[in-house]
């Protein structure tokens, strides 16, 4: 799976977060403005680019920016977990969404709905799950789009989210665990991509498999999501209360491969 950003997207995602303009940003590449669009928008890395001094404009790791731009991609999948299962959905742009259950009990936690609630209800059918929780890291169209049938499908199911328009009962409290069967699930705020943006953290999951971080669209495999109205807080509480969770976790972010905390610290270059 190819990483959601190039390096271009990660470039002009921080030149629009700190709200410097594109000539600026061209001048310290060492090009002309017409190559410098071409790098935001497609990532043509010209051989003069000066990768040192704009990451030093945009606040970025130019190492790191140089890992991304050399093909870096992430080593782990889940494949080997059983009981976590990735849905991917495409309506033009695609997205991801999560189906956890607990082995023993067969209960279950779907974190974000994506564009199609259908492959959902065939991986329940084929695991024959009793879908309990439904966890929204936030509330973007194409993370909630398949909200409505499955509501309609489990109208006992139990919604968790941190927008201030839910029911007070639907409401993640960072200091509350919510069960689902034999797992826990805690939550962390991490606004900036989105006013609502949460993370939820499943431990207690069956050895070998470490902690697991639904991130939506917070952080992703080299990059982030975009924040240009809210951009200092996005990465304040990526660092704070993503990338402080032990090296060994593993982010499932909305969008784009799945990574490990320990592989953001080496080649993300927002961090």
């Known amino acids: 799976m190819e990483l959601e950003d190039h390096i271009g997207d990660i470039i002009a995602k921080a030149r629009k977060g700190l709200g410097i303009n594109t000539n600026q940003a061209a001048k310290a590449a060492n090009l002309n403005l017409i190559n410098y669009s071409r790098l935001e928008k497609d990532g043509s890395l010209e051989p003069a ?5 704009l990451g030093k404009l945009l606040g970025l790791t130019s190492n790191k920016l140089s890992m991304i731009a050399n093909g870096w991609t ?10 976590i299962q990735q849905i991917s959905t495409n309506e033009g742009m695609e997205v991801h969404c999560y189906l956890v259950w607990d082995e023993e009990t067969l209960e279950a936690a779907l974190f974000d709905t994506g564009w199609n609630h259908e ?4 991986l329940i059918k084929k695991y024959d799950l009793k879908l309990k929780h439904l966890f929204i890291t936030h509330t973007h169209h194409d993370h909630i789009a398949a909200l409505t049938p499955i509501r309609k499908k489990f109208p006992n199911i139990e919604l968790h989210s941190s927008s201030p328009n839910a029911p ?15 797992l826990h699930v805690s939550s962390r705020e991490t606004p900036g991509h989105a006013d609502d943006g949460a993370t939820y953290i499943i ?7 470490p902690r697991v971080a639904f991130v939506g669209d917070a952080i992703f495999a080299g990059s982030m999501g975009g924040a240009p109205n809210y951009y200092k807080l996005a990465r304040e509480k990526v660092q704070s209360e993503i990338l402080s969770l032990p090296k060994e976790t593993i982010l499932c972010p909305g969008h784009g491969p799945i990574t490990t905390v320990r592989e953001q610290h080496l080649v993300n270059p927002f961090f």
């Open 49 to 53: 680019t000066n990768v040192s001094e």
């Open 74 to 83: 992430p080593v782990i999948n889940l494949y080997k977990y059983k009981n």
């Open 119 to 122: 492959p959902i209800l065939e």
């Open 168 to 182: 007070e009962r639907q409401r993640n409290c960072t200091k509350k665990i919510i069960k689902v069967g034999n």
């Open 203 to 209: 431990d207690n999951l069956p050895n070998p498999t």
